[in-house]
């Protein structure tokens, strides 16, 4: 592999590793200065290994630079002279007077940890958090942010400093959560890394590889969890079993180009076997304990979602999830897919009744759902809702979606009236 390519690939593998351990050694205050040195240490690989080539190890060369220019800006900077190093040294055994940047696996994955829990902390905002996670964890740039929010450079730039800044304000200590740490604030970090995984799941944006990267990225934090003893917990086995049976489908839910295909018109073929698996290994796992999270039953209701044949069974064992999902933690989006499950188990009648209680007037996905109810009884209210649902739709491939309907519905209706006809 060249170095043009080999240095982003280790940019997104290495860097938040490398950030981690120097913003663990540091501190929040000091977070700038740990990016700085590690985006240097990545500049330097580039304009050496285009003279020189790639070494024999790339990592631990990165790894090897990145300590001496931690170490050389700790010996000529003042500030760091007078703030930090004594704190550092501090913590540093006294029979060891070099300050150890200790690039180890087991303490990548410990400064790994500390920094999720630092990133997740509910002083900021749920979309400051995931930003932020973005680019401190998964090494992802501003442009890259922007794209997957659909925002501007600007705007992204912003809040991510303004992110760090409370955390400096906020004198966040970045440390090895305790057990009750752990206990407390474990739901902020789980919901956060959920969140970074739906951005890529249903991101509204074009870019199809950067959304299949925002769920590996989460998948790869949950996995750090799952790692840890500590932070091993039955919910985050849950929240790891969802995203392996979404992620299964990923390579069938577009076609080549680009559209989306809809889970019933799937080729089962392109799902992945393997996933599916490692999500019913994680589900098992999750069932320790005493522990409902709404992972474990967004969990179930994919599993069953794996099984393509329809039985009665699969829908009402859905249904019962969604029932229990409703009762554990209410939204008006999960009320609404409750109801497609409904219409499957007990008829599109009474799901038309539920479905219309919800009044979800802003949201195409309920306009589409009335519009699919009602277009086996009444061909003339399917399309009056698809098309509210069309109107509403934000993009090109939700709307390419309902006008497929629509173009359905009228070719139904000239058939029909052919037919008559005759």
């Known amino acids: 592999m060249e170095h043009k390519e080999l240095i982003p690939n280790l940019f997104r593998t290495e860097y938040q590793k490398i950030v981690s351990v120097l913003c663990s050694l540091f501190g929040i205050h000091h977070i700038e200065i740990a990016e700085d040195i590690v985006s240097d240490t990545f500049l330097t690989a580039s ?6 080539g790639i070494p024999e190890n790339p990592t631990a060369w990165l790894y090897t630079v990145a300590k001496n220019k931690s170490k050389n800006y700790l010996k000529r900077n003042n500030v760091f002279e007078t703030k930090i190093v004594s704190e550092i040294k501090h913590n540093t055994p006294l029979n060891n007077p070099e300050i150890d940047i200790d690039l180890s696996d087991q303490n990548i994955a410990d400064s790994q940890l500390a920094m999720i829990f630092t990133v997740c902390n509910p002083c900021n905002s749920e979309e400051a958090q995931i930003a932020l996670a973005l680019n401190l964890l998964c090494g992802f740039g501003v442009s890259e942010i922007s794209d997957a929010f659909l925002s501007n450079k600007e705007v992204i730039y912003k809040r991510i400093n303004r992110a760090k800044e409370k955390l400096k304000e906020e004198n966040i200590k970045i440390q090895h959560p305790s057990n009750s740490e752990i206990i407390d604030r474990i739901q902020t970090v789980l919901k956060t890394i959920y969140l970074l995984y739906s951005e890529g799941y249903y991101s509204i944006s074009q870019n199809t590889t950067l959304r299949k990267d925002l769920c590996t990225e989460a ?3 949950t996995y750090l969890l799952i790692q840890n003893k500590s932070t091993n917990l039955p919910q985050a086995n849950a929240l790891m079993a969802v995203m392996c049976f979404h992620s299964s489908r990923f390579d069938a839910r577009t076609g080549f180009n680009g559209e989306i295909i809809l889970y019933e018109n799937q080729d089962q073929s392109l799902w992945n076997k ?40 699969k829908w009402e064992n859905i249904l019962e999830l969604y029932n229990n999902l409703i009762i554990l933690e209410y939204s008006p989006i999960v009320a609404l897919n409750r109801t497609y499950a409904l219409a499957k188990v007990k008829g599109k009648a009474e799901a038309i009744k539920e479905a219309e209680k919800l009044n979800l007037t802003d949201n195409h996905f309920y306009y589409s759902l009335l519009g699919n109810l009602y277009a086996e009884t009444d061909t003339k209210k399917a399309l009056e809702h698809f098309e509210k649902a069309k109107n509403l739709a934000k993009t090109t491939a939700d709307k390419n979606i309902i006008s497929k309907n629509i173009e359905q519905l009228n070719q139904d209706l000239i058939d029909y009236k052919n037919k008559k006809v005759k």
């Open 274 to 313: 393997e996933l599916i698996d490692k999500g019913t290994y994680f589900l098992s796992q999750s069932s320790t304990g005493n522990t409902l999270s709404k992972y474990h039953l967004e969990a179930g209701i994919a599993y069953w979602h794996t099984i393509k044949t329809e039985t009665s069974e």
């Open 47 to 52: 304009e050496t290994w285009a003279i020189k």
């Open 219 to 221: 998948m790869r934090l």
